[in-house]
């Protein structure tokens, strides 16, 4: 494979992923939110930082879970996808 086909592949790759967390931040997080909310029976809202955070006050452990799922789940968005893309280089481009 040459430097210009393995450039262009990287270039595509890249727009992908960029593409996915864009997707991820707007669209699916705050769907994640909703869900997670409805399941804990409680509202969670975004701070001005961009992590979230229950609404409600008193609801510690609660909070602790919201906190707990947000970091889980931007850690899995960022890194999830170049891990695969990573992986799949490695088994068909060695």
Not at 24 to 34: Q, V
Request: aromatic share 12%; net charge positive.
């Amino acid at each position: 494979m040459g430097k210009a086909v393995g450039a262009i592949l990287l270039t595509i790759a890249s727009a992908v992923y960029f593409w996915f967390l864009f997707i991820f931040f707007k669209r699916l997080r705050p769907r994640l939110s909703a869900w997670l909310g409805s399941k804990l029976g409680v509202t969670i809202v975004e701070d001005g930082e961009g992590t979230w955070e229950v609404a409600e006050k008193g609801h510690l452990a609660k909070g602790f879970l919201v906190g707990l799922v947000d970091i889980s789940a931007c850690i899995g968005a960022s890194c999830g996808p170049i891990l695969v893309l990573g992986s799949i280089a490695l088994l068909f481009f060695r």
